[in-house]
């Protein structure tokens, strides 16, 4: 029902901005009470929880990541976007959108999409 697709660039510099969009298909980014998210996984490691954007606008991000990141939406096109600033090789991961249900832990999000490869590299 709800699909979700990453998409941007794959390849981005070190200290450049990474860009992704997610669009979401079936549903609405402000319908409550969901909240919609953004988790990486790098080469050889588990995933990482980095952020969220709730249905009324609120953003919520991890500590780790919050002076860098940046999630914004775009409820006329059902999207949602992540900027991750001054990027480092050890950005480079999968990168995935997903459905948060109501306040859960990335581990409870419900629905994903295919994730974007994006490689940080001169």
């Known amino acids: 029902q709800v699909q979700l697709q990453e998409s941007g660039p794959g390849l981005v510099k070190p200290s450049q901005t990474l860009s992704l969009t997610c669009t979401v298909s079936?549903?609405?980014?402000?319908?409550?009470?969901?909240?919609w998210g953004w988790i990486r996984q790098p080469p050889g490691k588990g995933l990482e929880w980095m952020g969220v954007i709730t249905y009324y606008g609120s953003t919520y991000y991890s500590p780790s990541l919050k002076s860098r990141a940046s999630i914004t939406r775009d409820p006329s096109k059902d999207q949602f976007s992540l900027q991750l600033s001054s990027v480092t090789p050890e950005d480079t991961a999968v990168y995935y959108c997903?459905?948060?249900?109501?306040?859960?832990?990335?581990?409870?999000?419900?629905?994903w999409g295919q994730g974007a490869q994006v490689t940080v590299s001169s």
């Open positions: 079936g549903g609405s980014i402000t319908t409550s009470d969901y909240a």
């Open positions: 997903a459905r948060d249900p109501g306040d859960r832990s990335w581990e409870r999000y419900d629905y």
